[in-house]
Nanobody
Framework: VQLQASGGGLVQAGGSLRLSCAAS????????MGWFRQAPGKEREFVTA????????VYADSVKGRFTISRDDAKNTVYLQMNSLKPEDTAVYYC???????????????????WGQGTLVTVSS
């Protein structure tokens, strides 16, 4: 199983970026795909997740209304559209996949089985 995250970069505050997570190696239709981030000196935190089948989503309060998670079944890819970016969004963003979660536990990193390598997002003020 491979999760390949991409799309990070440097953007000014207020700008937008779209991250991609290309999944391969198995069928992910029964999986939950999540995005987490880790800022320098901080613990990894949940950003958002989507259940591949049905499309149920969960967002951290800090990104609600600014970030949108989506999936492309044909490309086996999950996207994170990030708008109105703030300097505090600066972090390495990781995508992850797991099959053991219900809606209320989709924010728990320890339930995800597979992780991508991370992509750096830097938001300048």
């Amino acid at each position: 199983v491979q999760l390949q995250a991409s799309g990070g970069g440097l953007v000014q505050a207020g700008g937008s970026l779209r991250l991609s997570c290309a999944a391969s190696g198995r069928t992910f239709s029964s999986y939950v795909m999540g995005w987490f981030r880790q800022a320098p000196g901080k613990e990894r935190e949940f950003v958002t997740a989507i259940r591949w089948r049905g499309g149920s989503t969960v967002y951290a309060d800090s990104v609600k209304g600014r970030f949108t998670i989506s999936r492309d079944d044909a490309k086996n890819t999950v996207y994170l559209q990030m708008n109105s970016l703030k300097p505090e969004d600066t972090a390495v963003y990781y995508c992850a996949a797991g099959s053991r979660m219900i809606l209320s536990t989709m924010n728990r990193a320890n339930l995800y089985d597979y992780w991508g390598q991370g992509t750096l997002v830097t938001v300048s003020s």
